[in-house]
């Protein structure tokens, strides 16, 4: 397919939509982030909007009902996701854009939600629709697609080790292997997550406050009670043998994910261990993970590892990923990486 200069022009204004989605970050799940941006006939921009809130207007009626001489007849609107056929909180988006006498809606990508059929709407009402940067409106909501498609909460690992892979000493010693700045960044980062889940072992071990509304402990033999730091602050979720069915003798962390996600968790930041990860990893239950790795090398074997796994005896059976960013933070480097599927 050439790359035309009506091409280049469409995956202008798509990015448009991306910044403007992003403007909802943490105030629209389990809804999408969805932006929108109405070109009148001549080409151009008269209206933007944005989805701001869980059931407030959609980015296309924002955007759209900001228009009073109705501008947009015979023009076109670019959206992130396909506008909405269904009447959920808000009508559909669909019918709006028909109403107007838009020319032509451009899609970042096709809503994976089962009660919408925008598309075949939009055409058979005359409409064109094309596409535009697909993989980047999938990459802006990849929570909401895991969440809609699967009905489990997306989660994210995080580790921070030495350039050997070492999250401790084999006495168990772990502070600090990262750097303040690095530390600082990790308290950032929980608040964009519905849930911090951690294991029996690492509350045991090193005994973390882990400040959050909403915590998991995996505890199957509830080990953990009153007296850790944990425990003082924020809603506390044990998974333990109890509430949670069991799988060749391990919590089943499936079960466990699929609990919160039925308690509106729907992202989950993981911190713990390597046997957690490592099993976590095996199963197929991380979608990404956010790497800190720091400039010391423990040189020591028996140090523990990020990830504690089976024996595997080829590298074509490692578990791969697509870093996508890699940044300095204080001293050490931060590698975030989606991970391919098990
Ligand atoms: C949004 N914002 O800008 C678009 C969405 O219950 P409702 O009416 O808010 O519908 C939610 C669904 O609408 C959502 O799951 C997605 O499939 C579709 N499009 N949703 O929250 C938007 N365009
Ligand atoms: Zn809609």
């Known amino acids: 397919m050439r790359y035309t200069k009506a091409m280049k022009q469409d995956e202008k204004y798509m990015r448009m939509c991306f910044a403007l989605a992003k403007k909802g970050k943490g105030r629209v799940a389990p809804n999408p982030m969805v932006g929108c941006v109405v070109l009148d006939k001549y080409g151009k921009v008269v209206s933007k909007g944005y989805h701001k809130k869980y059931g407030e207007n959609h980015a296309e009626r924002d955007a759209l009902l900001k228009l009073k001489n109705n501008e ?43 009660l919408v059929d ?22 802006l909501n990849r929570v909401f697609i895991k969440n809609m498609t699967r009905k489990l909460p997306y989660v994210v690992l995080k580790t921070a080790c030495t350039m050997d892979g070492k999250i401790a000493t084999s006495a168990g010693d772990s502070k600090w292997i990262t750097s303040d ?56 979720y044990i998974a333990s043998r109890e509430n949670t069915p069991l799988k060749d003798g391990r919590l089943d962390l499936e079960a466990v994910l699929k609990e919160l996600f039925k308690r509106g968790i729907y992202s989950v930041f993981v911190e713990c261990g390597g046997t957690l990860a490592g099993s976590m990893l095996k199963e197929g239950l991380i979608d990404e993970i956010y790497q800190f790795i720091a400039p010391k090398i423990l040189n020591d074997n028996s140090g523990k590892s ?23 933070s204080g001293t050490d480097i931060l590698i975030k990486a989606r991970l391919q599927k098990v």
């Open 72 to 114: 947009a007849e015979g023009g076109t609107l670019y959206v992130n996701l396909e506008p909405c056929s269904h009447y959920g909180k808000t009508p559909p988006c669909v019918d709006l854009i028909i109403e107007r006498k838009l020319a032509r809606v451009v899609i970042g990508m096709k809503d994976v939600n089962p």
């Open 118 to 139: 925008g598309i075949s709407k939009l055409e058979k009402a005359g409409i064109k629709v094309d596409f535009a940067l697909k993989e980047g409106a999938e990459f």
């Open 181 to 236: 700045e690095s530390r600082a960044l990790v308290y950032k980062m929980r608040k964009e997550f519905d849930c911090i889940m951690t294991s029996s072992n690492t509350v045991i071990a090193d005994n973390p406050s882990m400040k959050h509304r909403f915590k998991c402990i995996l505890d199957k033999d509830s080990r953990t009670d009153k007296s850790f730091k944990i425990y003082q602050q924020g809603e506390i």
């Open 306 to 328: 990020c990830f504690n796994g089976d024996n595997v005896y080829k590298i074509a059976d490692c578990i791969g990923g697509d870093i996508y960013e890699l940044k300095k």
